[in-house]
């Protein structure tokens, strides 16, 4: 089974602080992604990735950065978290298959005080 | 740009009735379709997908028909359980460097006994 593994469950942090939010997948797949779940929006994208060093904004990509050194691997960094990025961050990942399946992690929620 | 409309919810059913989730989308092109489902405390996971005119999806009791004639992809069950209580996610796939996906709003659907 695909599993995509999200460091952090639950997070508290201070308005100011940097977050990192680390994503692995261990099923070598190109593609990986950040969503962004808020009730009553659903899933928006943040940023997603095709191939290790490449990134792409996706539709809400202010107040984020991303990184992706190893295929297996991609970072979502608040360079200085904000009250409104208070949220429960989504990691997926997919292969090059044309039908563009997700296979998700299980969410980081984050509060930011 | 492309979007997914879902019915709103939240949904409240009794154990074995039938229930219908209204998702229409809005594409350029062929887009796949998927619903995903999305238990209380977990990620999302894929429940279902159609990749053409016309295609049937199913799983675990659950279906779903690709209709390009009304843009439409409705999930259907014929008799639901207490478990089936999640949030159910309509989405279609998108290609920006990558196949991506994007989300209607999340519909919360709860079954009493």
């Known amino acids: 089974d695909v599993k995509v593994t999200q460091s952090s469950r639950y997070l508290v942090k201070r308005t100011g602080e940097k977050v990192f939010l680390e994503c692995v997948q261990d099923?070598?797949?190109?593609?990986m992604f950040w969503y962004r779940q808020d009730p009553g929006l659903g899933l928006r994208l943040i940023y997603f990735?095709?191939?290790?060093?490449?990134?792409e904004k996706g539709d809400i990509p202010e107040g984020y950065s991303v990184s992706r050194e190893k295929k297996e691997r991609f970072s979502l960094i608040l360079e200085s978290a904000s009250t409104n990025q208070t949220s429960m961050y989504l990691c997926?990942?997919?292969?090059?298959?044309?039908?563009?399946?997700?296979?998700f992690g299980e969410g980081s929620r984050l509060t930011v005080l | 740009g492309n979007s997914v409309t879902q019915m709103e919810g939240p949904v409240t059913l009794s154990e074995e009735a039938f229930l219908t989730i209204n998702c229409t989308y809005t594409a350029t092109g062929y887009p796949s379709l998927f619903w995903y489902v999305q238990y209380p405390g977990e990620g999302l996971q894929l429940l279902l997908k159609?990749?053409?005119?016309?295609d049937k999806g199913s799983n675990k009791g659950f279906e779903a028909t690709y209709r390009k004639e009304t843009t439409s992809f409705h999930l259907e069950k014929g008799s639901v359980q207490v478990s089936d209580s999640a949030v159910y996610f309509c989405a279609l796939s998108e290609y920006q460097g990558a196949q991506k996906l994007v989300f209607g709003q999340g519909t919360r659907l709860t079954i009493n006994p």
């Open positions: 099923m070598d797949h190109e593609n």
């Open positions: 997926a990942s997919s292969t090059t298959d044309e039908t563009g399946e997700l296979f």
């Open positions: 990735s095709y191939d290790v060093k490449m990134k």
């Open positions: 159609a990749t053409k005119a016309d």
